[in-house]
């Protein structure tokens, strides 16, 4: 008696993503899968369709310009994602009130928005609340005279210059795609992008990207994904992971998206430390030059030293120290008494994070 054949069969579809996005940028075939994925995972958003309740922000993004950023992240994506708006340059109130028509909204030159200063905390504060369904941001509304809650969900993708000053609030968020500058070997095998010239392509592709959404909605998003082991312990990346592993579950890919997910975040990893536990580790070079004793304006002076710190004034060092526990004080100095700092002031917090 024969036995029936548990083979998954893959769609057809993700492989003609993937080949149309690597016509015109250079990607592992790890990234295309994702990137085919999310396209995918976009058009769930149609108001047929069963919405996801968590979306992963793709993060497109190199070390240099001429990467090849914006032509994937802007123009090929923005020809296959659902109700696509590519801008840059934009306010806060501008993206809820896009986010709420529930469009894939691609920002480009996403590092001006992180800059190490306050001037976007707003903008970056909605970017945050938008990837699980139920954020929003409140707003006062003069016209009802009342409070109204706007909503921030939907799909995004960031693409920019990785300038390291991302706020791991946002990064945590994201599926990284990295992007290189081709090789001339590379670029030889890649051709200049013209949406014109693929019109009818697009148009026959985009039709069955949506018959296939709407055939495969149902379903999709009450599974639940086996947690990737290498992303285990960390709870923000197995979230995101989970919409893209859905859409993979249906497609036949979810095996392969394991391992391309896994591989992405082991490549991209971040150093643990933040902005503020480095300046701990200046601070404690400081003192292993200076002695016992420093005082707020040396401190101050040493750890303006770091681009990120360069606005820093004595009060908001004073008011970060203390989020560690530590205060300042008057101590008698050579030069007379002023308010500084003690080298066993710090012996805690450097144990603790450093």
């Not at 047929?48 to 802007?74: D, H, M, W």
């Not at 970017?127 to 509304?141: A, E, S």
């Not at 959404?213 to 599974?223: A, Q, V």
């Amino acid at each position: 008696m024969a036995t029936k054949s548990t083979r998954t069969v893959k769609v057809p579809l993700v492989a003609e993503i993937m080949e149309l996005i690597s016509r015109y940028v250079t990607l592992p075939r790890e990234e295309l899968l994702i990137c085919a994925h999310y396209v995918l995972h976009t058009h769930q958003f149609s108001e047929r369709c069963q919405n996801p309740v968590i979306t992963p922000y793709l993060y497109v993004f190199s070390a240099e310009k001429r990467s090849g950023k914006t032509r994937l992240g802007i123009e090929i994506l923005g020809c296959l994602c659902r109700n696509f708006e590519g801008v840059n340059n934009i306010t806060s109130a501008t993206m809820f009130r896009l986010a709420s028509t529930r469009c894939t909204l691609a920002i480009d030159e996403v590092d001006t928005y992180f800059t190490g200063t306050k001037s976007n905390d707003d903008t970056v504060g909605t970017m945050n609340t938008g990837y699980r369904l139920g954020g929003y941001v409140p707003r006062f509304d003069p016209k009802k005279g009342e409070i109204v809650q706007f909503s921030t969900f939907c799909p995004k993708i960031f693409v920019g210059i990785d300038n390291g000053l991302m706020k791991d609030t946002t990064r945590d968020r994201c599926i990284p795609i990295h992007m290189h500058r081709q090789t001339q070997e590379e670029s030889a095998k890649t051709q200049p992008f013209y949406h014109y010239r693929i019109e009818n392509e697009l148009a026959d592709l985009n039709g069955r990207i949506y018959d296939w959404s709407l055939e495969n909605t149902e379903g999709m998003r009450d599974y639940d994904p086996e947690p990737i082991p290498s992303i285990a312990d960390n709870d923000r990346q197995v979230e995101v992971s989970v919409p893209l592993l859905q859409v993979a579950k249906k497609t036949g890919y979810e095996k392969e998206m394991r391992e391309a997910i896994a591989k992405v975040f082991e490549e991209n990893a971040v150093p643990e430390n933040t902005p503020e536990t480095d300046m701990l580790l200046m601070i404690q070079e400081l003192f292993d030059d200076m002695g016992e004793r420093v005082s707020s304006e040396a401190m101050l002076l040493k750890v303006q030293e770091d681009e990120r710190f360069r606005s820093m004034t004595k009060g908001t060092l004073n008011r970060k120290l203390q989020t560690f526990g530590i205060k300042s004080k008057t101590i008698r100095f050579p030069t007379g008494p002023a308010r500084g700092y003690e080298r066993s002031m710090f012996l805690d917090a450097w144990e603790r994070y450093c």
